[in-house]
């Protein structure tokens, strides 16, 4: 299968569809044109005037005044990515930087950036080999585009930096000898056109939206499992009472709720309490209100990786080279800020789900094991859960607030949407770890019941028995939780 890079909307729903299957990408024969129409209407531009053009015969940041020689502009383009490879951290995923090469490709292919076809071709390559360019966490500030990271996605084109291919760690000249490429020469503009743009914060968010999108249908199941764990009342989720405060998100969990509940038979046991703790009857309104942070964020991302994003832009018709600032990060470091606090919402109600079923009320027993003193049971899962849940509330703080001066002044303002992106990946992690302890300890909690669960629930917990058991006294724990979070993954 293959994927045509054209002017097409490009939607998470595609891209999904696109990691699903594995597909290869494919210019279409019009990106093609757009790519070598605009690099040829540079080089003559660059010919034809005698006025410095920001970033093509000029330095860069601060340096934006000093001229460089024709003779040089191959050396200037070359410099700027070395120069600029200062990532530091943890490496980032690969299926992050896979996306990172899928959305490069989407903004050059657009015919306003002034690279070679054969530079656009060569990350093509990338992708469609499993060539992951070795990139650091750390050294992006989220406004004169993801600088840092980028320059490490770029280093192998020109034969330098590492590249993970098949397992193996190569450098960019050894990955060169074993695919029998040769390094790519930047022409004018193109080390800018590489390290300008904001895939590295585009990347993360998409693939983190990916994740939230999947995993915020299993919060809304994993309450239900746990609201009739508890025996809980169904009665908050009725239609009528979020028809008349309609924000979509609310809708739609509540509906969520009821269609995760058909047919229990726990829902329909008398109920000697009149109702339940917010954790279980707020669902909708919190559930939903990150639904709606969630979906907000979509459509931002969305317009994000269909833009261009380095500068300087190119504009043939107009015949102008425009320096501005579309590598901004601002839409997105909020966005992503936006959404670090909508995860861990989610995280911090289904650990108090967690803390109710453990309680030793409505019938079940202290901790969710049969001879509770002689077993600890789920007591120290909690603590697990709220552990992640604390450190999801110090990393909700919104990095897009600061900004530091670089480049002398010059970048005075600077979104920090990176450290948004890295630091929601770790809110997301932890929500996925909070969630799935929650579905271990809310199907236990409904093995003690008599009555069943909805058939729906009742199916995934059979499932779920399949690779961790019911507790009957204390054992090791911790492997279970992953098992746990791998059924969620899967699921």
């Known amino acids: 299968m293959k994927h045509h890079i054209k002017s097409d909307f490009l939607s998470l729903e595609k891209i999904q569809e696109l990691i699903n299957s594995d597909a290869k990408l494919e210019l279409s024969e019009d990106s093609a044109q757009k790519i070598i129409a605009c690099r040829t209407y540079l080089d003559d531009k660059v010919k034809r005037t005698e006025r410095p053009i920001y970033g093509i015969n000029t330095g860069f940041g601060s340096l934006c005044d000093t001229e460089i020689s024709p003779e040089n502009l191959e050396q200037l383009q070359w410099n700027l990515v070395t120069s600029h490879a200062c990532g530091m951290g943890e ?9 990172m090469l899928l959305l490069k490709v989407q903004g050059l292919s657009q015919g306003y950036s002034g690279v070679q076809l054969k530079t656009v071709q060569r990350l093509i390559d990338f992708y469609n080999e499993g060539v992951y360019p070795v990139i650091y966490e750390q050294g992006s500030l989220g406004a004169s585009g993801d600088l840092a990271p980028l320059a490490h996605l770029a280093l192998p084109l020109l034969g330098e930096g590492e590249v993970e291919f098949k397992g193996e760690r190569l450098s960019g000249a050894e990955l060169n000898a074993k695919m029998n490429w040769e390094p790519i020469v930047l022409q ?43 025996d809980g009342r169904v009665e908050p ?49 919190v559930h939903g209100a990150s639904k709606d942070a969630i979906q907000y964020a979509a459509q931002v991302v969305e317009t994000e990786i269909n833009s261009v994003t380095d500068n300087p832009t190119i504009f043939i ?31 911090s109600i289904s650990e108090r789900r967690v803390y109710k079923l453990i309680s030793g009320t409505r019938g079940l027993p202290a901790f969710l094991v049969k001879k509770p003193g002689l077993n600890s049971g789920f007591m120290i899962a909690q603590y697990a859960a709220a552990s992640a849940v604390s450190q999801n ?17 010059q970048e005075d303002h600077v979104s920090m949407g990176a450290n948004a992106a890295t630091k929601l990946k770790r809110v997301v992690d932890n929500l996925e770890k909070v969630v799935a302890v929650e579905w271990f300890t809310a199907c236990q909690g409904l093995d003690f019941r008599t009555e069943k669960s909805s058939p729906k629930i009742e199916g995934l917990k059979a499932e779920y028995r399949k690779i961790v058991p019911f507790i009957e006294e204390d054992l090791v724990m911790y492997p279970l939780m992953k098992k746990s979070i791998g059924f969620l993954r899967e699921h």
């Open 237 to 285: 989720f009725d239609h009528l009472v979020h028809q008349v405060r309609p924000h979509k998100g609310q809708l739609a969990t509540a509906k969520a709720m009821l269609a995760n509940l058909e047919g229990s038979e726990i829902v329909q046991r008398y109920k000697s309490h009149v109702q339940d703790a917010y954790c279980f009857r707020c669902v909708p309104q």
């Open 393 to 409: 509330k110090q990393l909700a703080t919104p990095a897009s607030v600061d900004t530091i001066d670089s480049s002398n002044g």
């Open 317 to 347: 018709e107009e015949d102008k080279v425009i320096s501005a600032g579309n590598f901004h990060g601002q839409p997105l470091a909020l966005v992503l800020d936006f959404l670090a606090i909508a995860a861990a919402e989610l995280t």
């Open 91 to 99: 490496e980032v995923p690969q299926e992050i930087v896979k996306l």
């Open 188 to 230: 004018s503009k193109e080390g800018l056109a590489l390290l300008n743009g904001t895939q590295f914060m585009s990347a993360y968010g998409t693939h983190l939206l990916l994740r939230l999108h999947h995993l915020s249908t299993w919060c809304d199941t994993t309450a239900a499992a746990s609201l009739d764990a508890f």
